[in-house]
Nanobody, 124 residues
Framework: VQLQASRGGLVQAGGSLRLSCAAS????????MGWFRQAPGKEREFVAG????????YYADSVKGRFTISRDNAKNTVYLQMNSLKPEDTAVYYC??????????????????WGQGTQVTVSS
């Protein structure tokens, strides 16, 4: 499985940005998908996750109500819509996938496949 994330960008605080992650390889609809982020000097942290069916979503408390994860299995793509961005959202964002998980995990080590990472910078 290969994951290709879209380019991030620079946005002002309060703005919005949508990331996408396209998957190739095995049946995308079978994978649990997640978004993680890593700021300089910090560990990689869970942002959002979605089950293979797309029916249930999970969020870190820090982004709940501002970010939305969704997926389009027909396009083999998962999205992260980020609204009301804050400077503390600045990080490299990664999409991740796993076939064994039944529900998204908040632990990076439980995902087998990772995208290349994309920089999101929020200016104050």
């Amino acid at each position: 499985v290969q994951l290709q994330a879209s380019r991030g960008g620079l946005v002002q605080a309060g703005g919005s940005l949508r990331l996408s992650c396209a998957a190739s390889g095995r049946t995308f609809s079978s994978y649990v998908m997640g978004w993680f982020r890593q700021a300089p000097g910090k560990e990689r942290e869970f942002v959002a996750g979605i089950r293979w069916s797309g029916g249930r979503t999970y969020y870190a408390d820090s982004v709940k109500g501002r970010f939305t994860i969704s997926r389009d299995n027909a396009k083999n793509t998962v999205y992260l819509q980020m609204n009301s961005l804050k400077p503390e959202d600045t990080a490299v964002y990664y999409c991740a996938a796993d076939l064994v998980l039944h529900e998204p995990s908040r632990l990076p080590r439980q995902y087998d496949y990772w995208g290349q990472g994309t920089q999101v910078t929020v200016s104050s």
